[in-house]
C-alpha cells in the first residue's frame, strides 16, 4: 500500500504565494508521474500540473506562468509552487502519483489540502 500525504495549504492574500508538498511512502518500487488537481466548490475536479518521471512539466492555462511544479525523488514528494495567487485558485488540491509496484502499477491521490485565496 501506498499513502500520499499533503501539506502547505492555508489561507494567503491575493498576489501571495504557498508551496504545496505531497510525500508518498509505503511499499513501492518507483513513482512514475505526478501531478496535482484541484475542485472548488460546485466545480468538477481539474488537472493543475504534471511531472513525469524525467521531470517533463505540464501546465493548466490558467496557471502557467505562475505555478511551478517539481519534485525530490530521493524524498519521493512532489511540490507545487504557487504565486501571484488569485481568488480563482481557491480550491481543495489534491496530488497524485502512478505507482509501480512488484505486480501492478496504480494511481493514488492524497486526502486534499485547502488553499484559500481571499482579502
Known amino acids: 500500500q501506498v499513502q500520499l500525504v499533503e501539506s502547505g495549504g492555508g489561507l494567503v492574500q491575493p498576489g501571495g504565494s504557498l508551496t504545496l508538498s505531497c510525500a508518498a511512502s509505503?511499499?513501492?518500487?518507483?513513482?512514475?508521474?505526478m501531478g496535482w488537481y484541484r475542485q472548488a466548490p460546485g466545480k468538477q475536479r481539474e488537472l493543475v500540473a504534471t511531472?513525469?518521471?524525467?521531470?517533463?512539466?505540464n501546465y493548466a492555462d490558467s496557471v502557467k506562468g505562475r505555478f511551478t511544479i517539481s519534485r525530490d525523488n530521493a524524498k519521493n514528494t512532489v511540490y507545487l509552487q504557487m504565486s501571484d495567487l488569485k481568488p480563482e485558485d481557491t480550491a481543495v488540491y489534491y496530488c497524485?502519483?502512478?505507482?509501480?509496484?512488484?505486480?501492478?502499477?496504480?494511481?493514488?491521490w492524497g486526502q486534499g489540502t485547502q488553499v484559500t485565496v481571499s482579502s
Open positions: 509505503g511499499t513501492f518500487l518507483r513513482i512514475n508521474d
Open positions: 511531472i513525469s518521471n524525467g521531470g517533463s512539466t
Open positions: 497524485t502519483a502512478k505507482v509501480v509496484s512488484l505486480f501492478s502499477l496504480n494511481d493514488y
